[in-house]
């Protein structure tokens, strides 16, 4: 009946050789599963929570390591289940047997973040922490770590309640005003109202651009490498990845589709796209690569916009672009005898063949990665709900400006005021009408 | 002689009068028991119909069949448009009464009502068998036969009085109490809170300096509460204003202690928003004057309502209160104010069908439910006696949605959240407040109230023809071109679109304004013009409220099993059983995560 009851196991060390590793397993079963392969002074099924114990670990007589065996106890626990952590000795033997085991034994595989969607599901966290710690386990680069952990202590709580606490109270006051203005209360100063509601929205915005960062920071600065065809651009991805995923031939219209693949450049995550080259074809399921290249490009945080600089220069497609950021590549120099051209300090000179130039071309794609222009220690947004969100709250602040503004009717600005709360309420959990009323009793001196 | 009624509603206030005509316009042979026939339809407290969100309620009733919206109009004295300096969706109509006319009025109307007959007696008991509703005893211990009891005591179960130290058991002011009746609730299961209330005390005109009075006139020309109706109201009298100040609450601080409030006399819960100028006085002191709008009582007394200073000191404090006022010096009280508290039942025991949970058969409507208030009551009156008719009929129960009506926000809001201090509607408790104004009640629920047969053909056809009118005239004012003297031209409807332009300042643009629109009509149509962006936006909103509404939960679920969801919501749920997911999300204690782990699993089980 319960899907969630089955007992989950995974290795929750990272993969690679390490000192010691850890096998863990959540679920109603989990005690009677180790008992089975367990040899302990204590018989596992007498384990109390919260308790570390010695033993081997065996499977048909054999012992398989030598293991320390944490107990967490249902509801004392991360999930809210019975977990068992055993601390193996490292290396990728005798931990992934260790997890076959426990497979055979009745455990099945656990999917990624399924020990934070139990912990969720049963009460253990609120929805940002969840989020933040399945962004921490898929956080590939050192930078994304720092976000994921300040977010999982709250600064992003704590950042948005600030303001939505500010929101409650120009609500507060304006229901007041709707629902008691015959009380001879004092009336909403408009001019005010619009000041208080210019600060918030600063706030939001300042939110909203650190959503930009925090993305790029958690799921990676994409850089997509475009151009005309055969200038190179497969040749400089696979010099960029080092490795040789693309096809590369010399014949125009290679890359069809087109390739992603995620490398760490000074602990940041970039995606780097290869993309089909954009010019005009008859080949139908060649246009088709084209305009997938478009709508990757769309999505780029950076482009690479490569030349073949032994070619003509056209760059007619560029202008169909908007206004990405982009890098310029000329490709091929190692076919240019005259050196001396390279002078434009804003272009990067490459050869895919020779590397010559490769890390130069990284050290520009660094350059162009501002993360630092925000503060990240009051929390920063990090996954595209969050912003999605963020930029819904924003959008209704303004309206409630507008309103304001125009002078349109409290109610109206109650409205968007409302709609704004809700938006950012979505991040960190909601706020009912109920409370606004309370906060009205708790303030204001008001009933006839 | 056993007449087995189809329904007997208990209590002649305003949630029993528009429970009783309901039930009987709709066929079902009924009878209203009041304890004195005088009675029916009193305004125990303020004399006065409407207000913020009071008024949409009463608009809503009447557009729906009700009562309470005719007999104001043919009983008002001053009619005045709440917050006129705000937008549209928060304009509310109120008029003071003249007391004794609106209870005479209201007889009239029961009396006259086919299907209803009216007997003066105390009920005492509840007959009750397997847990389903038989009928009730009287205090001659005559027994009544129905199939269906509607209780609607207002503040008369077991209610007690407080005049500063003094206290005694009595309903309302010099009537009786209903001793009895909770005793028998509670042998069948119901449980009982108490909730206390209070009225100021009332002066004699004669004894007021009106020169220190600022003066409130009222509206010209009227706005009515009824819709398509032909009742003139008057509207020939004005209020007055005044305010307390530091020689009053002076007054009232010294004598704090002698109050039945601060005494632990009294244990009932009162609410906030209307709270005894002694509770004003102690919960924030720093607060100078606390304004009180003297409000007549009637065209044919000289009695006055002080409306502001609700007390229970004695009637010695309660003269010196008064007459440190300015205005008020010399005023004598004809009548002193007190504290009443009474039974209620806390509503967790009743479902959105306004039936309880326990007792099949009987409704519970009005401050038995725990609300305050004459249109609160009303309005659980005829939701009252149309479910209960509806249940005669095997017909499921009609329930007005929080996205249709103040009357949805309301029953929703003490069946799923529970009443912990008697429950005032506030135009901040509706989320889709821009859609259910005033102004468009009648098209929320004038087709509702005429399907249940509440509303006569008569005024159906009226509301269509406007109807008609008003989509006629939007599709005018989209097609035709405003006359603007070689300017850029613009479409009727983008020049109304403006702030400052009104309805009739169109024939200036050329537009021709035919004499079949009424005045309300016109103003509805601008306002949906100008705010159409807002309208639209909210109707959007109500779309995506609609898909929680709709996700039904099986009404056996035992939620008690589900483990990923947290204890407190599962007991909670458990307690309210909630009709939807909608429904659910909205309980006190149940969080976003528990609406999601109920989400996948009725997933899991249901598909």
Redesign the interface.
């Known amino acids: 009946?319960?899907?969630?009851n089955s007992t989950i196991a995974a290795i929750s060390t990272p993969a690679g050789i390490g000192g010691i590793s850890i096998v863990r397993m959540s679920g109603s079963k989990s005690i009677s599963i180790l008992s089975k392969s367990l040899k302990c002074k204590t018989l596992p099924k007498n384990f109390r929570t919260n308790s570390i114990h010695h033993g081997k670990f065996v499977d048909s007589g054999k012992i398989i390591d030598d293991v320390m065996v944490s107990v967490f106890i249902s509801p004392n626990s991360y999930t809210?289940e019975d977990i068992v952590e055993i601390n193996c000795h490292g290396g990728n033997f005798v931990t992934h047997r260790i997890l076959q085991i426990l497979l055979k034994n009745g455990a099945q595989i656990a999917k990624p973040g399924e020990f934070t969607k139990r912990a969720?599901?049963?009460?253990k966290m609120?929805?940002t922490e969840a989020e933040a710690v399945i962004d921490l386990i898929h956080s590939k680069t050192k930078h994304s770590q720092e976000v994921a952990i300040s977010q999982l202590e709250g600064k992003l709580y704590s950042s948005i309640k600030k303001i939505l606490n500010k929101i409650t109270t120009l609500r507060t006051e304006i229901?007041l005003?709707?629902?008691?203005?015959?009380?001879?209360l004092e009336k909403i100063n408009f001019k005010e109202l619009l000041e208080k509601l210019r600060i918030i929205k600063k706030e939001i915005e300042l939110l909203v651009n650190t959503g930009n960062e925090g993305i790029i920071l958690n799921e990676g600065y994409r850089v997509v490498i475009a151009g005309e065809s055969n200038a190179g651009k497969s040749s400089i991805f696979n010099k960029l990845v080092e490795n040789e995923r693309s096809i590369v031939t010399d014949i125009p219209g290679t890359t069809r589709d087109y390739i992603e693949e995620d490398i760490s450049l000074q602990g940041y995550l970039i995606k780097v796209f290869d993309t089909a080259g954009l010019r005009k074809s008859n080949n139908k399921i060649e246009n088709v690569g084209i305009e997938k290249s478009f709508s990757i490009i769309n999505k780029a945080h950076l482009l690479l916009w490569v030349h073949d600089i032994t070619a003509n220069i056209k760059s007619s497609m560029k202008s169909q672009l908007n206004d990405k950021d982009f890098i310029e590549v000329f490709n091929k120099i190692d076919l240019v005898k005259n050196k001396t051209i390279y002078k434009n300090s804003s272009i990067a000179y490459v050869s895919a063949l020779t590397g010559e130039g490769i890390d130069k071309l990284k050290a520009k794609i660094i350059s162009k990665i501002d993360v630092n222009k925000y503060d990240i220690s009051n929390g920063l947004i990090s996954n595209s709900r969050q912003l999605a969100a963020a930029t819904k709250g924003l959008k209704a602040l303004k309206k409630a400006m507008k309103a304001t503004q125009?002078k349109?009717?409290?109610?109206?600005i109650?409205?968007d005021l409302?709609?704004a709360s809700k938006a950012l309420e979505e991040i960190i959990?909601?706020i009912?009408?109920?409370e606004?009323?309370n906060s009205?009793?708790d303030k204001f001196?008001?009933?006839? | 002689m056993n007449i087995i009624y189809d329904i007997i509603v208990v209590g002649g206030g305003h949630a029993g009068c528009e429970a009783a005509v309901a039930a009987a316009k709709r066929g079902a042979n009924t009878l209203l028991f009041v304890i004195k026939l005088e009675t029916i339809g009193r305004m125990s407290c303020n004399p006065a119909v409407g207000g913020l969100a009071k008024g949409h309620l009463a608009r809503e009733i009447d557009a729906l069949g009700g009562v309470i919206g005719q007999c104001i109009d043919k009983t008002g004295i001053h009619f005045r448009m709440l917050n006129k300096s705000k937008g549209p969706a928060v304009w509310a109509p109120r008029a003071q009464a003249d007391r004794m006319n609106y209870q005479l009025e209201m007889r009239s109307i029961v009396e006259h009502q086919n299907n209803l007959e009216i007997k003066e007696a105390l009920v005492e008991e509840l007959l009750i068998k397997n847990g389903e509703v038989k009928g009730v005893k009287t205090q001659y211990q005559q027994k009544y036969f129905s199939k269906i009891v509607i209780l609607a005591p207002g503040t008369f179960l077991r209610g007690k009085i407080h005049i500063g130290l003094k206290k005694y058991s009595s309903g309302r002011a010099g009537e009786f109490s209903s001793e009895k009746l909770s005793k028998s609730l509670q042998k069948n299961g119901i449980n009982l809170s108490r909730f206390k209330t209070g009225t100021p005390p009332r002066l004699d005109s004669r004894t007021l300096d009106f020169s220190k009075l600022e003066e409130q006139f009222p509206d010209k020309p009227p706005v009515k509460f009824s819709f398509y109706t032909n009742i003139k109201p008057k509207n020939s009298v004005s209020c007055f204003l005044t305010s307390t100040n530091s020689k009053t609450h002076k007054i009232i601080s010294k004598n704090l202690k002698k109050s039945s409030l601060f005494s632990g006399n009294i244990t009932g819960i009162g609410a906030r928003y209307c709270p005894s100028i002694e509770d004003k006085i102690k919960k924030f002191p720093e607060k100078e004057q606390h304004q009180i709008f003297l409000e007549p009582e009637g065209l044919n007394t000289f009695e006055i309502y002080a409306n502001g200073i609700p007390t229970s000191f004695s009637p010695k404090i309660q003269h010196k209160i008064v007459q440190s006022i300015s205005g008020l010096e010399k005023a004598k009280i004809m009548r002193y104010g007190y504290a009443i508290e009474y039974d209620c039942v806390p509503t967790e025991q009743i479902l959105i069908s306004l039936e309880a949970k326990k007792i099949k058969g009987l409704f519970l409507a009005g401050q038995i439910n725990g609300t305050s208030g004459y249109e609160e009551a009303a309005a659980q009156g005829i939701i009252a006696g149309i479910n209960a008719t509806n249940k005669l009929l095997k017909k499921s129960p009609i329930i007005l949605g929080r996205d249709n009506s103040y009357i949805g926000v309301l029953i929703d809001d003490i069946v799923t959240k529970g009443v912990d201090e008697p429950y005032r509607m506030f135009t901040a408790r509706a989320e889709y407040r821009l859609h259910l104004r005033q102004d468009n009640a009648d098209e929320r629920l004038m087709p509702r109230g005429y399907e249940l047969g509440l509303i006569s053909k008569k005024r159906y056809d009226k509301f269509c023809d406007a109807l008609k009118i008003k989509k006629r005239e939007i599709k005018k004012l989209k097609s035709e071109t405003a006359n603007s003297k070689g300017k850029k031209s613009h479409k009727m409807i983008e020049v109304l679109r403006r702030p400052e332009i009104n309805f009739d300042d169109l024939k200036k643009f050329g537009y021709k304004i035919k004499n079949d629109i009424s005045d309300s009509l016109k103003e509805k149509i601008a306002l949906e013009i100008k705010y159409e962006g807002y309208i639209k936006r909210q109707l959007r909103e109500i779309e995506k409220f609609n898909y929680l509404e709709t996700k039904e939960i099986p009404p056996d679920l035992d939620y008690m099993n589900f483990n990923s969801i947290s204890y407190e919501a599962r007991e909670k749920l458990s307690k309210i059983k909630p009709i939807s997911i909608g429904q659910a999300s909205r309980i006190p204690g149940v969080t976003y995560a528990d609406i999601s782990a109920l989400l996948i699993k009725l997933k899991s089980i249901y598909g």
């Open positions: 009946m319960n899907k969630h809210g969720f599901l049963n009460g609120d929805l229901e005003n709707i629902d008691f203005s015959e009380q001879g125009e349109i009717g409290l109610e109206f109650a409205f409302r709609t959990g909601k009912t009408s109920d606004i009323i009205i009793f001196c008001v009933g006839k």
